[in-house]
């Protein structure tokens, strides 16, 4: 994982940006880190597959607010304007998150807690650099469904949603080596 993020420039300028400009314990994740691995896993050319939108995550259970979120992404889009930021503050997703049913979920405990709710497994990663440089992985399911190219709902995952989700992303004809399996129970 190390390699793959270093030698990506786009990523590793967003993280330089992120660890500048954004809370210090939040990461880049989702489809930004699961996109680089499996374009690489496929033989792909770096950035074949650009995310459209580049998730920074964060856990500040101190400032619910909206405008909090806000004043981080302004100041990640003037620090790295090329990146299509969608910032989220997990400890207030159950401020507006609601599920097939209409419910909201329980609020995140952490930060990895939050990440843990993300739809699948292999996209329940996030990266960040430390100040050091050192590359710090949040991934509550770890990497192997992600690099076994595997694509499953995470473990809670509303099910009718992640069929959805699913059928409009077509990750298996975008990566055609990928394993679709059942969900795993907590």
């Not at 770096?46 to 856990?59: K, L, N, Q, S």
Request: positive net charge; contains cysteine; proline residues 10%.
């Amino acid at each position: 994982m190390r390699a793959l993020v270093l030698a990506h420039a786009p990523l590793m300028r967003w993280l330089r940006a992120a660890r500048g400009h954004a809370p210090a314990d939040g990461c880049i994740g989702a489809g930004a880190v699961r996109s680089l691995v499996w374009d690489h896993l496929h033989g792909f050319p770096p950035g074949r597959h650009a995310p459209t939108d580049v998730d920074f995550v964060y856990y500040d259970p101190t400032d619910l607010s909206a405008a909090h979120e806000t004043r981080v992404t302004q100041r990640l889009r003037e620090a790295a304007p090329d990146a299509p930021w969608e910032i989220v503050n997990q400890a207030r997703v159950h401020l507006w998150h609601r599920n097939s049913q209409g419910a909201a979920p329980p609020p995140a405990r952490s930060l990895a807690d939050g990440i843990a709710r993300w739809p699948e497994t292999a996209t329940c990663v996030g990266v960040a650099l430390t100040t050091d440089d050192q590359l710090r992985i949040v991934a509550p399911y770890g990497l192997t469904d992600l690099f076994g190219l595997v694509l499953r709902p995470s473990p809670g995952a509303d099910l009718d949603a992640y069929a959805q989700r699913l059928a409009a992303k077509r990750h298996p004809e975008t990566w055609p080596r990928l394993t679709v399996a059942p969900p795993i129970h907590r």
